[in-house]
């Protein structure tokens, strides 16, 4: 069975930084192209970023609203993917989802919550 | 790529055929999804690739377009489909569409 645990929300000051973990098992997490989706309290679905495995080069795309202060990384020996985010902001208020693939996402963490207040 | 969903919300009475539409700011072909998400939950995809029903959802759903131009269906609403429905788009970098609250009359 696929499962995705998320982990690592809080309340974050702004301007800090938090990282969130997403725990994997269930499946070759090497194999996978792992995502980070986000919502604001209230809001839409918004699409934070992903990373590709290996085999596509463990390249890494993001959202223009996050670019340059989030990163996401893998370590596929724990099949854990990771959000680290940096300089954060009150509107980077949300539950962070972590999801296998990109396209076609069939599976899903249960979401962190971060808040981000002074 | 800009994804413009409508209505933003609706009410309908249990039975009825409810739709919804999607339109992408430039060409997608037919790389679009849609989803179900109840309050406090992940997302549940229910159709991928514009018009394919996902494995083990009721038929009940629908989905049609290419292009720029997609729409939802559900043929008989059941109170159970009471959620906030999402369509996405993976031609290029992924984005989700405004979303549309549907709720019971």
């Known amino acids: 069975e696929v499962q995705l645990v998320e982990s690592g929300g809080g309340l974050v000051q702004p301007g800090r930084s938090l990282r969130l973990s997403c725990t994997a098992s269930g499946f070759t997490f090497a194999d996978y192209t792992m995502s980070w989706v986000r919502q604001a309290p209230g809001k839409g679905l918004e699409w934070v970023g992903f990373?590709?495995?290996?085999?596509?080069?463990?390249?890494?795309e993001y959202a223009a609203s996050v670019k340059g202060r989030f990163t996401i990384s893998r370590d596929d020996s724990k099949s854990i993917a990771y959000l680290q985010m940096n300089s954060l902001k009150t509107e980077d208020t949300a539950v962070y989802f972590c999801s296998r693939d990109w396209g076609r996402v069939v599976y899903w963490g249960q979401g962190t919550l971060v808040i981000v207040s002074s | 790529i800009q994804m413009t969903q409508s209505p933003s919300s609706l009410s309908a009475s249990v039975g009825d055929r409810v739709t919804i539409t999607c339109q992408a700011s430039q060409d997608i072909s037919k790389y679009l999804n849609w989803y179900q998400q109840k309050p406090g939950k992940a997302p549940n995809l229910l159709i991928y690739?514009?018009?394919n029903l996902e494995t083990g959802v009721p038929p009940r759903f629908s989905g049609s377009g290419s292009g720029t131009d997609f729409t939802f269906t559900i043929s008989s609403l059941q109170p159970e489909d009471i959620a906030t429905y999402y369509c996405?788009?993976?031609?290029?970098?992924?984005?989700f569409g405004g979303g549309t609250k549907v709720e019971i009359k």
């Open positions: 990373i590709r495995s290996k085999a596509y080069g463990g390249t890494t």
């Open positions: 996405q788009q993976y031609d290029n970098l992924p984005s």
């Open positions: 690739d514009a018009s």
